[in-house]
C-alpha cells in the first residue's frame, strides 16, 4: 500500500529531478531580458533577494534571478576605493542641448523607483564627454532613485566605504543604437551616477523635483509636469567623476555597462529625503530598492584629473 509518508517522498524527489541549474540550456532560455524592469529589494551582504517587478512577463523567479546575477564578474554597484584609483585626463561631461530641461516629463511609481522618463519619445536629449566613446553622443533613456528606510544607507555605489541615503541613475545608450534594448545588447549602455548627501535644511534646487515626487506616493501613479524640475542636475553633470566598467544594478545585471559616478554630492534636505521614504511599493511596503555592493574582480577604476 502507498503510504503518504511515500508520496511526499516521491514529491520531493520529482522536485529535485526538475529544478534547473545554471548550465541547463532549459534555465537558460527562460532567464529574464536584461532590459531596464524592475530593481532589487532587502538588500544585504548574504544576497537575500525580494523581487518586486509588477511586469509579469520581466519577472523572474527568485532561483532564476539570484544564480543569473550571480555569474557575472563585471558587476555593480562596487566601492569605489578612492587610494588605488588611476588617475586619467577626462573632458568633462556635457549635455549637447537642454531637451530633458524644457519638455515635458512624466514621474511614475512603478512600485520599485520613482522613475522619470520624457513623454514625447521621440525628443532625444543628448549627452557626451567625460569616459563617453570620444566622438560618440550618448542619448538619456530614464532617470530613476535608489534610497533605503533609513537616512545612512539607501545608495548603491559607496566611496572609499562611505554610504549616502541615495542616488540617482541617468541610463544613457549610444546614438548608433536603435533603443535602449539594442545598446544593451552592443554593450553601448552607459550610466550616470549622482550620489546625495544629507542635510538639515531642505536644498531649494530639489523643491520642484521633491514637489513632483509627492505626487505619485501611491503605487503605479504618473505625475506628468515639466522638465525645469531637473535643471539642478546641469550643476553636476561637469564636476569630477570615477569611472568603471560594471553592470546593470537592475533585472538581469547586464555587463559591459560604463559607469560615471560623480565626486561632487548633491545635498538634500531631511525633510526632502522622507517624502522619497513614504514612496508606497506593493502591497503598501516601504520601498528599499539597492543592491549590496560587489567585487572589484581586479578591474580598473579611473578618476578625473579634477
Not at 533605503?148 to 572609499?160: D, L, P, S
Request: hydrophobic share 35%; with cysteine.
Amino acid at each position: 500500500m502507498t503510504t503518504a509518508l511515500d508520496l511526499c517522498l516521491l514529491g520531493v524527489l520529482f522536485a529535485q529531478q526538475t529544478v534547473p541549474s545554471a548550465g541547463n540550456p532549459i534555465f537558460s532560455s527562460v532567464l529574464p531580458s536584461t532590459g531596464f524592469f524592475g530593481w532589487y529589494g532587502t538588500p544585504n551582504t548574504t544576497e537575500s533577494i525580494t523581487e518586486h517587478s509588477p511586469t509579469a512577463e520581466h519577472s523572474p523567479t527568485k532561483k532564476h534571478e539570484l544564480t543569473f546575477c550571480d555569474t557575472g564578474t563585471l558587476q555593480s554597484p562596487i566601492d569605489i576605493n578612492v587610494a588605488t584609483c588611476k588617475t586619467k585626463d577626462f573632458p568633462p561631461v556635457t549635455f549637447l542641448d537642454d531637451i530633458l530641461f524644457n519638455s515635458e516629463i512624466q514621474y511614475e511609481n512603478n512600485c520599485e523607483t520613482v522613475k522619470i522618463t520624457l513623454i514625447d519619445k521621440t525628443l532625444k536629449p543628448k549627452v557626451q564627454g567625460g569616459a563617453l566613446a570620444p566622438g560618440s553622443t550618448y542619448i538619456v533613456d530614464n532617470i530613476h532613485f535608489h534610497w533605503g528606510t533609513k537616512n545612512t544607507e539607501g545608495c548603491e555605489h559607496t566611496i572609499a566605504g562611505k554610504k549616502f541615503p541615495m542616488e540617482a541613475h541617468m541610463v544613457l545608450y549610444k546614438n548608433t543604437s536603435k533603443d535602449f534594448e539594442d545598446a544593451l545588447h552592443k554593450k553601448e549602455v552607459a550610466v550616470l551616477g549622482f550620489m546625495f548627501i544629507l542635510q538639515a535644511h531642505p536644498n531649494e534646487a530639489l523643491h520642484a523635483m521633491v514637489a513632483n515626487v509627492t505626487e505619485i506616493l501611491q503605487p503605479h501613479t504618473t505625475f506628468k509636469t515639466s522638465g525645469k524640475s531637473l535643471v539642478f542636475l546641469k550643476d553636476y553633470i561637469g564636476s569630477g567623476f570615477y569611472t568603471y566598467t560594471g553592470s546593470l544594478t537592475t533585472h538581469g545585471c547586464a555587463e559591459g555597462v560604463l559607469w560615471t559616478i560623480f565626486k561632487k554630492d548633491i545635498p538634500i534636505g531631511k525633510t526632502q529625503l522622507i517624502i522619497f521614504h513614504d514612496v508606497i511599493g506593493e502591497d503598501a511596503e516601504e520601498l528599499q530598492n539597492w543592491r549590496a555592493i560587489k567585487p572589484y574582480n581586479n578591474r580598473e577604476v579611473y578618476q578625473s584629473t579634477f
